[in-house]
């Protein structure tokens, strides 16, 4: 199984991983426009020409990067937010899967959002569904929180946009040797965004 190999669900191969990650990290730093492929090839000490080995074009490594962080994301996520319990504290779990995510994957979550305009239409409207499909869930179990009276009732759709967005700007300044650690973010995002019940 190769990169090549549009919708795979799992790199098996060492070098492939080592092709994501080498590409995702300079798609970050330098923009995906800006990369070519021989800066990718140079930086993986290859030729160029068997880079076509495992992907058939820089655009197709791109959706892959982008297209598994979103799934994955998802995968850690979602399950809290449609677990049981208060719904309350189903977001504050949320948030910190999130968060947890973002500090492991930070660049990968970064392109998500940056790069999105770079995929070809079909691709970007794909993505744009499976985001929105996400958004979905934050807003049901806001509502549900809501409905339990265990919130002071918000504007749910810019509520849902301000959690994610903190969340996913995360990328930009978190560092690993800083003051705070990712769960005390998270305590903080959910003290910030999720106001009680007055």
Partial sequence: MTVREAGSPSVTRPREAELLR??????RERGFHATSMQDLAEA???????????????????????????????AQVEPVL????????????????HLAFAAHHGDELALVQIELRSLAP??????????????HQWRATLEAAFEEGSLRPTDVRLTVIAILSACNWFTQWYR???SLTVDQIAAS??????????
Wanted: net charge negative.
């Fill in 22 to 27: 080498v590409a995702t990290g300079l798609f």
């Fill in 189 to 198: 995002f959910a003290d910030l965004f999720l106001s009680p019940q007055s």
């Fill in 122 to 135: 079909d691709r970007r409207a794909d993505l744009i569904e499976r985001r929105d499909a996400y958004e």
């Fill in 176 to 178: 690993p040797d800083g």
């Fill in 82 to 97: 449609a677990g049981g319990g208060p719904a309350v504290e189903r977001l504050r779990g949320a948030i910190a899967e």
């Fill in 44 to 74: 993986l000490r290859m030729n160029r020409g068997s880079l076509y080995h495992y992907i058939e074009s820089k655009d197709d490594l791109l959706w892959w990067i982008i297209s598994g962080a979103l799934d994955r994301l998802r």
